[in-house]
C-alpha cells in the first residue's frame, strides 16, 4: 500500500495546487502538522476507489520546475475525470490502447505543470 506521494510546486503556488486537487479532482485539502505548514506546501486525501485513501504532497522547491517524465498515476474514473480536467481547461492526452493491453489511461497536469497519469479502475 502507498501512503503518499510528493510533487513539487514553486513559492507561492499553493493555490494553484489548490484549485487544480480540490477544485477540479474534488480532492479534500488535509491540514499539515504546525511544523511541517511552516515550510509551505499543502497535502491532500486521495479517494481509494476499492482500498484505502492515500495522500498527495505537495512540496515547495526554490528552484521548482514541472515534472515532464516522472510522475503519479492515480486510478480514477477516466472518464469523469477527463471531463473534469477538460472543461476546467487541463490537458487530456489519452495514451496509445496497444502500449499497456487492457490498461485505459490518459496524462494531463496539475496546476503549476507537473505531469500527472490517470488509470481508469
Known sequence: ???????????GGEDDERAFYTGVLGWAELPKPPLLAARGGCWFRIPGRGGPDSEL???????FR??????????????ATAAALSAAGS???????AEI????????????GNRLEFIDG
Open 66 to 79: 514541472p515534472a515532464r517524465k516522472a510522475h503519479p498515476a492515480f486510478v480514477v474514473d477516466a472518464d
Open 101 to 112: 493491453p487492457g490498461r485505459r489511461r490518459f496524462h494531463s497536469e496539475d496546476g503549476v
Open 1 to 11: 500500500m502507498l501512503h503518499h506521494v510528493q510533487v513539487g510546486c514553486p513559492p
Open 57 to 63: 504532497h505537495v512540496g515547495i522547491e526554490a528552484d
Open 91 to 97: 490537458p487530456v492526452t489519452w495514451a496509445d490502447p
